[in-house]
């Protein structure tokens, strides 16, 4: 039990205590909706431009065009380059450095532009030009910069809170479970030790596995495991009332499902479908794959009418299920339950998810 309690231990996040200094995230510029964000702003600019003054043509709208795109393409890119070297600096230091990229890479291609259209490197720089171009570029980059700061701190606000949510729902254990298992032990120790000492090690890998990373993807191997090792302690309570029927497909290394998925469902099929019958049942478990997707099917029997009632509480735990997949799935996963030909139904649906190095358990 004590190596029990420093496993759980070393599987629990430590608190960072220490309070991190405001850091500088340079905003992800390097994907295909950032860049096509930048072009449609650079396009709007440039109509701002072309309209605020000055003779309106195709030849103008052009060379305007090519100025600021080459501008805010050349910058996205020294931006996403330098960003590991950007977020060693602070807040202030950061943006400013960014900022002042932005600002360098617009006199450089000012100058360069400036040069082509006199078409001789002898005249003097038109310094008027350039300053206008610099100040324009530095207001539209600060407007941009914290635009893109603003959306990617939202963006991990929302991770965060989406890893909290899956962090309570994955978390939930039904207290009835663990006073059972408890109970199984005290009884078995005197009787039947190496018994219990099973039923201690089945429990701690269950307790583990609900403390373990929120959201966090796992062989669907590890999953069947859980559910087999949640199997033998309800084994030990309900003795020849229980019957399992396995029909599972060879399952690949690589094919994941999130963490406690499976195990909950079974969960519900024996206490709602198995417990209140005194004869017991048999629960049917089917998984397959099908159409790049995994398949699971469990079916148990309906309990008696009067129990009816009482079994409608698996609709919490089917709910939980449905917020994470949701969570990590979206509309691809799906969960639902009916009743067919006397028994209880449920059917779970989701994508492929893989990972090609072999999972590290805990």
């Known amino acids: 039990m004590a190596d029990y309690s420093n496993q759980l231990r070393g599987s629990m996040p430590e608190l960072d205590r220490t309070a991190r200094p405001s850091e500088f995230i340079v905003p992800e510029l390097c994907n295909a909706t950032a860049i096509s964000l930048l072009v449609l702003i650079g396009e709007l600019l440039v109509l701002v431009l072309l309209f605020a003054g000055g003779p309106i043509n195709w030849a103008r709208f052009a060379l305007m065009s090519l100025f600021v795109q080459w501008v805010a393409l ?29 600002l360098l890479i617009t006199l450089v291609v000012g100058i360069i532009a400036d040069r082509v259209l006199v078409g001789s490197l002898d005249r003097g720089i038109d310094f008027s030009s350039i300053v206008g171009q ?3 570029s530095g207001i539209i980059s600060a407007l ?9 701190q939202l963006r991990e606000q929302e991770q965060s809170e989406l890893q909290s949510r899956i962090q309570a729902l994955q978390s939930r254990i039904r207290p009835h479970f663990l006073f059972n298992s408890m109970n199984i032990i005290a009884s078995l120790i005197a009787t039947d030790p190496d018994t219990a000492e099973t039923v201690v090690e089945d429990l701690a890998e269950l307790f583990r596995a609900s403390l373990n990373d929120a959201g966090n993807q796992v062989q669907l191997k590890e999953e069947l495991d859980l559910c087999e090792r949640y199997v033998r302690i309800e084994s030990l309570r309900l003795g020849d009332r229980l019957n399992l029927i396995w029909d599972v497909e060879e399952t690949s290394n690589i094919v994941q499902i999130p963490l406690l998925t499976l195990q909950p469902l079974l969960e519900n099929a024996i ?13 049917s478990v089917r998984l397959w794959y099908e159409n790049e997707e995994v398949k699971v099917e469990i079916t148990n029997p309906l309990p008696p009418e009067g129990a009816r009632s009482r079994s409608q ?3 919490m735990a089917l709910n939980n299920i449905r917020s994470r997949l949701n969570a990590l799935y979206g509309a691809r996963a799906e969960l639902t339950t009916e009743t067919r030909d006397g028994l209880y139904v449920t059917s779970l649906t989701y994508p492929f998810a893989m990972q090609v190095d072999e999972v590290d358990t805990p």
């Open 144 to 152: 941009a910069l914290r635009y893109f700061y603003v959306q990617q």
């Open 74 to 102: 050349a910058s996205a890119g020294l931006l996403c380059w330098s960003r590991t070297l950007l977020a060693r600096f602070g807040l202030v230091t950061g943006a400013v450095l960014a900022f002042l990229s932005i």
């Open 313 to 315: 509480g698996n609709q």
């Open 271 to 283: 206490y709602h479908g198995i417990q209140p019958l005194p004869q017991g049942g048999t629960i």
């Open 134 to 136: 610099l100040v324009i």
